[in-house]
Structure formats: C-alpha cells, structure tokens
C-alpha cells in the first residue's frame, strides 16, 4: 500500500478507480471510474456510485450514499446526526451504541458546489444543482437549482442532462 494512502482491507473498489494521494477509505465502496481526489475521507457504510467524481478536501460519513455520475465539489461535509453530542446520558463519551445513524441520498446526476454541507435524513434529486457554500437542511427535488443558508430553490433546470 502507498505510503499515502490509507485503504482498509473492507473498501471495495470498483475497476478503474482513480485514487489521489491523502485519502483516508474505510467499510466503503466506490463504483467503476470513479475519481477520488485528495484529502477525502470516506466512511464505513457509505457507497459513491460509478464514474462519480469526489474533489479534494471532502467528507462522507457513514449512511451516506452517492449514486452514478454525482459531482460533489472541493470540501464538502456530509453530516449523519442531527443532534451530535460527546457524552451519553451517563457521562462517559459516547460510542456506536449510543447513537442511530442518519441516512442521506445524493441520486444520479446530482452536482454539489464546493463548501456545501448537506445536512442528514434528505434526498438530493437527479440531477439536481446544490450552489457552492449552500447549507442543505432539506430535500432538494430533482432538476432543481439550490443556493444559499439555508439552501433554497433559485429555478428547475430546463435542459435535459446528459449522462
């Protein structure tokens, strides 16, 4: 294994997948010709579809999962709780058994600007358009345009998107 890169034995990676250097994978799986740049981190019980491409700086917990085709831009952080806390109820910190993963689904197509964070238990539509820096707190139709904090609805995409 290169020295740069920190692959656990559980990823599966689909054929012809491009991994860039800094990248820390584990329990994933990443599809067919999909591209991972730099600094990504992608958890256990996450899946990135087929000829995706995922840039540098990027976060993808547990429970998140990209279908074929998505773009996900420069340093963007999925979250997979929405009531994040340290501790449990007794004090100690807490572990896999105190909390419930959140689901999160980026369907086909779907292209995510750089700095976005995509909150937990939504759907990203086909094809849809999340603006760079948006705030994501809830589901995003499919052919759909989303800026801002919160993310909302700036216009439908008209054109038909080729895969």
């Known amino acids: 294994m290169d020295e740069f890169l920190s692959i656990a034995p559980s990823v599966k990676l689909g054929r012809d997948v491009k991994l860039s250097k800094f990248i820390n994978l584990y329990g994933c799986e990443i599809g067919d010709e999909t591209k991972v740049g730099a600094f990504v ?64 689904v980026i369907k086909q197509g779907a292209s995510i600007g750089s700095g976005a964070t995509i909150l937990a238990n939504l759907s990203i539509g086909e094809n849809a358009i999340v603006g760079a820096g948006s705030v994501v707190t809830k589901d995003v139709p499919a052919n759909t345009i989303v800026a801002g904090n919160p993310a909302r609805i700036l216009r439908q995409i008209e054109t038909e998107v080729t895969h």
Request: glycine letters at 10%; charged letters at 25%; proline letters at 2%.
């Open 41 to 104: 981190e992608i958890q256990k019980n996450a899946s990135v579809g087929k000829r995706c491409k995922i840039s540098s700086h990027t976060f993808i917990c547990e429970g998140v999962t990209i279908e074929d085709n998505v773009f996900i831009g420069h340093g963007v952080v999925f979250i997979n709780d929405s009531y994040p806390r340290a501790t449990a109820a007794g004090g100690g910190l807490q572990t896999e058994a105190d909390w419930k993963v959140e689901k999160t």
